[in-house]
């Protein structure tokens, strides 16, 4: 059955089944864990950063991945491979974007394939389906974990409203993309049902094509008086034509966008279903329970490389040989919340308990074969990772008074991880290690227009299966641990918000290339520090213009320990900088946005030069500073009708959005025009 079918099956089977519901309005809001919550009053409980790309937001945008629409957020730096962010490359606060160091969530659901067997790139949700993004740094974060050193970033997904729109873009490159949303309500609106279909395809900037198909259905349905039950079924296939080769330098200066690996192949498939139930025990109580499921495969074909032929052709040369690095995980996790106001110590009490246990396997193949072969051959390394990890939490916000409030919290994590190499003999390998993560947060309103916000919290990172067991031998590491601090003050009316955060992260246990034991591949063996500034503005001005801006500022990101140093993060530059014009007049709304990405390093040793040859491994060198402008317009016809457009890069700017082995070019100039139907 193909997945459009299977969508609209489920989508009459639930319909049907919300029919029968009793009377309880669900109003197209089905439960889920928020990591912020609606409105500006939801900001200003966080004792941390925060930010939010609101629908309007992305409405006008019109962002082409995840990436496209965070690289706008305070404190995020985006290392581009291609324009449709097929995996995910996002740094926080100086944290490299070539690692993974921060949580990220669909709807408070983990959507790394895993978090501690690895590998955090391998899925990178897709922007068709989402409603808004949150980001959240700080102590707040704490509620959340692992990996959350950096931050949390929760996409938040669409639930159709009721009836059927339909809306459609076409653009450089061949790109062409159509989106279906449908929902209905029960007569009484104790029910809901929904789906949003993505059809997406594009010959790609430099080549690099890629087949996108998404589908996510929603289904909500009220259990009495008190209770909503909510279920979403997502499915996700793109195959896309990247690899990890990039230009050579010399090809990158006389402006060649050529893909420089024509037949490498990553084929990415996602499933994955969500139940969450929601109960108001009585006016001071409320428990949550999110139990998920995932499933998804990752099969990358890359070619074997002439080395020779390939520095005397000044670009990749291929031999008849590949390996498939393919891979499959599957997760089935359990988190619950139970919520608590009440009256003690003489002020108001607001806590929140939670319980998280999830375990994920990995099934890890090595195929070895030709060109004729038709991506069949000798499976050479198969290996099999798994682990089991268990998350108490509890937190409690004591309101002193109107105006301050103090939130200390303490979570702890523990976990197993095992690997089994079946081309080995079997040979078992294991780990295990538990965390305890005390952190508190504060906020005090010192008038109407500014809050005062601050905290400090343990959060860690642990090492992956990847890792810890690397050359299948338990390589004896300790978590990835930071010791975070900030302060901030924050404001916000009708007409104007700001917000200014400094921050430290003393970064501890760093994993990097075993050197001072043979028999090791890894070690901890680095100790970083990040501090830095995190500014915020915007303000609407009579006649319907807008300004927002944000400047970020990392002076400190260095190694403190270890062979590196006193060199700089890899892929964390010292300023970033977002500038949107806006105007609005009638149904008219246009951004001119402006963004800017500093000088970066591509690797830990702070190489300056690029290679010129076909250098195996992890390329380095020094990437220049870039500036790049995007015009985005929106127009609201009426209620039926609305059409949009963007020219993307407008000033054409080239530069070098990564290296690893190559030059991965930033996207070049672009255009786009859309509409959308509701009918």
Known sequence: MSTQKLALKTLFVSMAAIMATPAYPVENSLPRIDVVGEGYAAVAKQPGSVTVITKEDLQLQQPLSTEDALRRVPGINIKTEEESAVVANIGMRGLSSAEQKSLILEDGVPVAPGLFIGNGRYYNPRIQRMESIEVVKGAASLR??????????????????????LSGRVGSHNMKEITLEAGGSSPSGDGFAGVVITKAQSDGFMDKSYDMEDVMIKAGMAMGDN??????????????????????????????????????WYLQERKAFDINHEIQLNDNAKLRTLVYWSDVSRDYWRY?????ASNAAGRWVYEDTLTGNNRSFERIGLDTRLNLDFNAFGMQNESEFGLRVFTEESNDTRIRATRD?????????????????????????????DKLAITPGLRVESYEQKRIVLTDNNKTTSTSNTEVLPGVGATYQLNPMAQVYGGMYQAFSPAENGTSLTGDVDQKLEAERSTNIEVGVRGANNQMYYELTAF?????????????????????????????????????????????TNLTY????????????????????????????????????????????????????????????????????????????????????????SVFGAVKNLTDER?????????????????????????
């Open 227 to 264: 209770q909503i039950l909510g279920f979403k079924f997502s499915h996700n296939a793109n195959d896309a034509n990247i690899s990890y080769r990039g230009l050579m330098l010399d090809d990158f200066k006389t402006g060649k966008t050529y893909n420089p690996a024509p037949d490498d």
């Open 144 to 165: 959340y974990g692992p990996s959350t050193i950096g931050g949390v970033i929760n996409y938040k997904t669409k639930t159709p409203d009721d009836g059927v729109s």
């Open 504 to 548: 430290q992260m003393d970064f501890s246990n760093q994993v990097v290339d075993g050197n001072s034991n043979p028999l090791l591949d890894k070690e901890n063996a680095g100790k970083t520090l990040h501090q830095g500034l995190e500014a915020a503005f915007g303000i609407e001005l009579d006649g319907g213009v807008s300004i927002d």
């Open 304 to 308: 074997d490389v002439d080395t020779v």
């Open 373 to 401: 072969q038709d991506r069949t051959g000798v499976n050479d390394r198969h290996r099999q990772d798994s682990a089991v990890s268990y998350a108490v939490y509890g937190q409690n916000k004591f309101m002193i008074n």
């Open 655 to 679: 530069y070098i959005a990564g290296l690893r082995q190559g030059i991965y070019v930033g996207p070049e100039r672009s255009f786009e025009l859309g509409a959308k139907v509701k009918f």
């Open 554 to 641: 990392i002076p400190t990101s260095k190694f403190e320990a270890g062979d590196d140093k006193g060199n700089r993060i890899s892929y964390s530059p010292e300023i970033m900088a977002n500038l949107i014009l806006g105007y609005k007049t009638g149904g008219l709304k246009t951004g001119l946005v402006m963004h800017h990405t500093g000088a970066q390093y591509g690797d830990s040793a702070n190489t300056k030069d690029i290679p010129t040859d076909a250098a195996g491994g992890i390329w380095g060198g020094k990437l220049d500073a870039y500036t790049t402008m995007d015009l985005n317009a929106h127009y609201t016809v009426n209620k039926q009708l």
